[in-house]
Nanobody, 123 residues
Framework: VQLQASGGGLVQAGGSLRLSCAASGRTFSSYGMGWFRQAPGKEREFVASISRSTTATGYSDSVKGRFAISRDNDDNTVYLQMNSLKPEDTAVYYC?????????????????WGQGTQVTVSS
């Protein structure tokens, strides 16, 4: 499967952005999906995940209550709605597909990755 992330940009603190990740192929609905981010000089970290059926989600403590992950299996797309953005949310955001299971916070458990989209939050 190929993943294409988009929707990043420059936003002021307190603002919102919606990231999208379009997937190719007919097996999208069979994958757990996740979003990760990587700030300069830091490790790539887990942000959010969603189950195949969209009924279950998980978030890192740093974004819980501000970000929302969703997916449309008919459109082969996963979204990350980001509200109340903070300068510390600045990073390259990656979507990823987990073939076995869902909800892992370990990047090594994800099998396919998108190319990343830059999110910059100014203070």
């Amino acid at each position: 499967v190929q993943l294409q992330a988009s929707g990043g940009g420059l936003v002021q603190a307190g603002g919102s952005l919606r990231l999208s990740c379009a997937a190719s192929g007919r097996t999208f609905s069979s994958y757990g999906m996740g979003w990760f981010r990587q700030a300069p000089g830091k490790e790539r970290e887990f942000v959010a995940s969603i189950s195949r059926s969209t009924t279950a989600t998980g978030y890192s403590d740093s974004v819980k209550g501000r970000f929302a992950i969703s997916r449309d299996n008919d459109d082969n797309t996963v979204y990350l709605q980001m509200n109340s953005l903070k300068p510390e949310d600045t990073a390259v955001y990656y979507c990823a597909a987990q073939v076995r299971g869902w909800g892992s916070k370990a990047k090594g458990d994800y099998d396919y990755w998108g190319q990343g989209t830059q999110v910059t939050v100014s203070s």
